[in-house]
């Protein structure tokens, strides 16, 4: 059973930064796919950006430019750096993790963006 901990959310000023991390563990296979999604109150889960075991990224079109997201295939951990935080990016957001044919997901890590 592969396990996600997600960890630096919190509250940050428009225009601010964070970074999300997330570690896996319990994988007895190399882990495909990372990325992170987000929910925010009301809506429904969106993909925000993906990273695949050879480093090619994905983003959704509302955070491109501002998040960046990277991995570390040795310590089976992806980060999420965002900057130019905007209010409509609070939300509660989600590790998932691509292993052989199953997908994992963390238990969310809260960001608000608010003054």
């Known amino acids: 059973q592969v396990q996600l901990v997600e960890s630096g959310g919190g509250l940050v000023q428009p225009g601010g930064s964070l970074r999300l991390s997330c570690a896996a563990s319990?994988?007895?296979?190399?882990?495909?796919?990372m990325g992170w999604f987000r929910q925010a109150p009301g809506k429904q889960r969106e993909l925000v950006a993906t990273?695949?075991?050879?480093?090619?990224?994905m983003y959704v079109n509302s955070v491109k430019g501002r998040f960046t997201i990277s991995r570390d295939n040795a310590k089976d951990t992806v980060h999420l750096q965002m900057n130019a935080l905007k209010p409509e990016d609070t939300a509660v957001y989600y590790c998932?993790?691509?292993?052989?044919?199953?997908?994992?997901w963390g238990q969310g890590t809260q960001v608000t963006v608010s003054s």
């Open positions: 990273i695949t075991r050879s480093g090619i990224t």
């Open positions: 319990g994988s007895k296979f190399d882990i495909n796919t």
């Open positions: 998932n993790a691509q292993v052989v044919v199953f997908t994992y």
